[in-house]
Every structure is written in C-alpha cells, then in structure tokens.
C-alpha cells in the first residue's frame, strides 16, 4: 500500500511504518461502509479546516 500525505500543497515524508498504520485504519474505515466492495482500488480523502469569521 503506498500512501500519500500532502499538507497546503507541501508532501509529508512517511516511513513504512506510518504508512502501514495511516493506510490499515483508512482502509478499515472505508471498507466498512456498505456500499463499497473490497476490490477498490484507489481512495481520496480531502479534509478542510472550518473558516474561521
């Protein structure tokens, strides 16, 4: 599984070991919705911090 992190624009280095467990959790996360087989093949998440007025 290789995983990817980017923060504003900017790649965060992960070792293995990070990437195992960030990947293992998404993964678990996703495939325990309902409408999602465990044959998929790619997932984005896009998560955005609340503006604050």
């Given at each position: 599984m290789k995983i990817e992190l980017m923060v504003d624009g900017r790649k965060i280095p992960m070792?293995?070991?990070?990437?195992?467990?960030?990947?293992?959790v998404t993964k678990a996360m996703v495939e325990t919705l309902h409408t999602i087989d465990s044959d998929w093949k790619e997932i984005s998440i896009r998560i955005k911090q609340d503006e604050v007025n």
């Open positions: 070792n293995e070991f990070v990437q195992t467990i960030v990947g293992n």
